[in-house]
């Protein structure tokens, strides 16, 4: 084949030549196979003469067997197969094109001129051909790779046996000879694994003077006759010394000298031993309170080679505290507060430090003078300890009655022995709740509290169980008010404003941005809720009330944090006083609809829900009242100023002549309103046997209301049927335990049902507005559900979950401009999980594994 070979036939000559390769390869990469592996053996040596012979015939016997199947199935190709591949590559197959002729119309002298035109076409086509190279892959039909097995053990052998193998080992010096000559010994130093050095060769060491750490193992193997020779020792501490044991291991616990007697030049060694210091832990700033529920503490630690646990011991400072009021009598001994406190996940941990994270919002400790006393420990099982006294911190109260529950609850969890005084003030803030609880519910919760204190003696459970409540009721109260929404946010902005000024770092900022958010987004859903209570008139009056919606408070809030980017301090300053202003004076939008009712049957509905909410709550208070007239003593009805019958709502007034006057005096309600003692429906309210009849009547009504309410088919809707029917549960629960006459269990169930009917009104009130909250909750975090501000759902990272049932999501964790706040969350919760020793062990030992990857 020369260059003056036409392109044509030099490309099926080339392709004639790779059909011959792929031919041969099919046919006999088994036998060659075979042979590499004959190859193998033999080059390996590691068989003995007999096997390896063995072996190698077999294989040999093998690959001719092989050769004589693959050349039975071998056909050697032929030109018209290389021009039929090279063909088929060929768009329009020219070769076959130009061994055609004409058919039909061939006298036809049009038909003709096109033919000769598609045939030169064609045979322009033929100048571009190339070569088809041969199909070499027999990976189908070797499914296990065993070419490559062979293949590789031959290089093996090759490269490591008979061909490069020396024909003898020379002699290597070190114990062997040393043995044959004569006594002879080697050493080692291991220092303790947890220092990271290196175990040192004795025999390499000149004597002299050698640094160990402490704890090093000394281990020294004698060779030779026994006795021939000994060693001499005093840095293990040891009373009596074996000298003739062939193995010597010991440990060094302070400086010394060791020294091997009879060995050559009779080395000594004077090891000196570094002391293993303990560690030092101390709080590097002062506690703080991280809203909503998080305790902060930083702290600094270190040491020689590294701190491997800490821990945080919180107790009482009974010394510290302002001992008046309820604080006057002695405390209850409680068991301190035990925490682990999380170690950075990399680097290095002899000197670092750290933030201790913690909720320690509900313990009774939060806002009380303690003692904390951080504890480090390092590998060496060495612990270092530092204490400081500090107020924990807790969560602040700024609605009055929160804030008396909370005191009560504070004193109550001090001592048992304040039962009788936390039940007469309780009482006291009780009396004539005359529209100063925003929280229906936390009343009724508040008085379930009494009524289990006035049950004589309490034991741990019982005090902790109502101090659980008065929690409940305070933050019930806490959260539904608008006044202390609006004083945290406040404080949120104007640590803002002062960081700004004293040029904060950019983590600062960004992190009090962020508090600022959540505080605003409370604001503004209180806000709402309160202006939704209000109505449409009071709406209307408010003509010129300042109207914000959510992307404007949004913009502000990325205009500011650009601000500081760009350094602009203090316009940032001026539009955060702006914003401070719009919050004092704002009205929260819903939609294009802001300000107007719900049209239609969503009104209504709204309205009617509204009306079961009141009536449910009628019927609690008629409840209560029947509890405090069956549990009553006699005498002291007609008496006021006694505990547990002045001031109870719904409870007659004194009458002239002294007898207690009851049914014509009107019930004190929560929310300020009042009801006569009659039911609505007529039926007298001073059985159970009537509540129990009312409760049926007021659970029928919304029975047929849910099955009517709008919104059908879309999630708003769904959820508030859902919330609905479990208001019909508990409304059921209660029918039953009024029949039955238990009204402590029936003011329970109506409760329930009271925060179920809540729940149903604002997931009507998302239905009618389209199921696309505005306002305060586009901008909500962690609602129920996992939605975002669009109503879509959020996994617990934060980003949007799959579509149409599929799991995960395309969205990077990664990305966006709150990645690196939502991957600090995420880290500070693996910490705090990881500090609470009551979860299960292989919850633990996961995120111990999360800490140390990340």
Do not use: C
């Amino acid at each position: 084949m020369t260059d003056r070979q036409p392109p044509i036939a030099r490309a099926i000559a080339l392709t004639r030549i790779g059909l011959w390769a792929e031919r041969i390869t099919q046919a006999f990469w088994p036998a060659w196979t075979a042979v590499l592996a004959a190859v193998a053996v033999w080059a390996s040596g590691l068989a003995g003469p007999l096997w390896e012979f063995s072996l190698i015939g077999a294989l040999a016997i093998l690959a001719l067997v092989l050769v004589v199947i693959g050349m039975r199935g071998f056909r050697a190709p032929t030109q018209a197969e290389a021009r039929a591949r090279l063909d088929e590559t060929l768009p329009g197959r020219p070769l076959a094109t130009l061994d055609d002729d004409l058919a039909i119309g061939s006298g036809d002298a049009g038909s003709s001129a096109v033919w000769a035109a598609h045939r030169r076409r064609m045979a322009a086509r033929l100048s571009g051909a190339k070569a088809v190279p041969g199909d070499l892959r027999v990976a189908r039909r070797d499914p296990y790779a065993l070419r490559y097995m062979a293949v590789l053990l031959a290089a093996i052998g090759l490269l490591f046996g008979t061909l490069w193998r020396v024909p003898e080992v020379p002699a290597l010096p070190g114990i062997g000879g040393q043995v044959a000559t004569g006594p002879a010994w080697e050493g080692w130093l291991e220092p303790p694994r947890y220092t990271g050095l290196p175990t040192l060769y004795l025999n390499e060491i000149e004597p002299g003077t050698v640094d160990v750490p402490e704890g090093t193992r000394v281990v020294l193997r004698l060779y030779g006759e026994t006795g021939a020779l000994s060693v001499t020792e005093t840095v293990s501490g040891r009373n009596a010394t074996t000298p003739g044991e062939p193995l010597q291991d010991f440990t060094v616990v302070q400086s010394g000298t060791v020294a091997i007697d009879g060995a050559q030049g009779a080395p000594v060694w004077t090891l000196t031993a570094s002391p293993d210091t303990a560690p030092t832990v101390a709080p590097d700033g002062d506690a703080a309170f991280e809203f909503p529920d998080q305790v902060t503490l930083p702290w600094r630690a270190a040491d020689d080679y590294g701190v491997t646990a800490a821990e945080i011991t919180i107790a009482l400072d009974a010394d510290g505290t302002d001992r008046r009021y309820g604080l006057e009598v002695e405390p209850e001994p409680r068991q301190p507060l035990v925490l682990d406190m999380a170690l950075p996940i990399a680097g290095d941990r002899s000197d670092f430090t750290e933030v201790f994270r913690a909720d320690l919002t509900q313990n009774p400790l939060a806002g009380m003078p303690v003692i904390v006393t951080l504890s480090a420990t390092d590998a060496a099982g060495q612990d270092g300890t530092a204490e400081a006294r500090m107020i924990l911190p807790g969560r602040a109260f700024y609605d009055p009655i929160a804030s008396a529950l909370i005191e009560q609850r504070r004193d109550l969890n001090w001592s048992r022995a304040n039962r009788v005084r936390v039940a007469r003030l309780l009482r006291a803030i009780t009396w004539k709740a005359d529209g100063t609880w925003n929280a229906p519910t936390a009343y009724l919760i508040t008085r379930m509290a009494i009524r289990r204190l006035d049950q004589g003696p309490l034991t741990l459970e019982q005090r902790d169980e109502i101090a659980e409540m008065l929690w409940q009721a305070a933050t019930r109260i806490e959260d539904g008010s608008l006044d202390s929404a609006l004083e945290r946010l406040r404080e949120a902005q104007e640590r803002l404003a002062q960081a700004i000024r004293q040029g904060a770092s950019p983590e600062e900022i960004e992190r009090l941005m962020a508090e600022m958010r959540r505080a605003m987004d409370d604001y503004t859903r209180q806000l709402a809720q309160q202006q939704g209570q209000q109505g449409q008139q009071q709406q209307q009056a408010q003509g010129d009330t300042q109207e914000i919606t959510p992307d404007m408070l949004d913009e502000m809030m990325r205009r500011i944090e650009e601000l500081m980017q760009q350094g602009r301090t203090a316009e940032a300053q001026e539009l955060l006083r702006q914003l401070q202003d719009m919050m004092e004076n704002m009205q929260v939008t819903q939609g294009q609809g802001s300000g107007q009712g719900q049209p239609g049957e969503g009104q209504q509905a709204m309205d009617q829900l509204r009306d079961q909410l009141r009536e449910q709550q009628d019927l609690s208070d008629e409840a209560f009242r029947q509890l405090q007239e069956q549990f009553g003593r006699p005498g002291e009805q007609g008496q006021q100023g006694q505990d547990g019958q002045q001031g109870q709502p719904g409870e007659g007034q004194q009458g002239q002549d002294g007898q207690g006057q009851q049914g014509s005096q009107q019930g004190q309600r929560p929310d300020g309103g009042g009801e006569n003692g009659q039911g609505e429906n007529g039926e007298g309210g001073n059985d159970a046997q009537s509540l129990a009849r009312r409760q049926e009547t007021l659970r029928q009504g919304l029975e047929t209301l849910r099955r009517n309410l709008p919104g059908a088919g879309s999630e708003a809707g769904d959820a508030a049927r859902e919330a609905l029917g479990r208001a019909e549960g508990a409304m059921q629960d209660a029918e039953r335990d009024l029949a039955d006459g238990n009204l402590g269990g029936a003011l329970d169930d109506q409760a329930r049902a009271m925060d179920a009917l809540r729940d149903g009104m604002q997931e009507l009130g998302r239905a009618l507005a389209g199921d696309r909250p505005q306002g305060i909750e586009s901008q909500q975090r962690g609602e129920a559900g996992g939605r975002d501000g669009r109503g879509l759902n959020r996994d617990p990272l934060g980003r949007q979950s799959g579509q149409g049932g599929q799991l995960g999501s395309q969205e990077s964790l990664g990305k966006g401009p709150d990645a690196a706040r939502r991957a600090r969350d995420l880290m500070d919760e693996i910490r705090r999980r990881s500090g609470q020793r009551d979860r299960p062990k292989v919850e633990l030992d996961y995120l111990k594994r999360l800490l140390e990857r990340f």
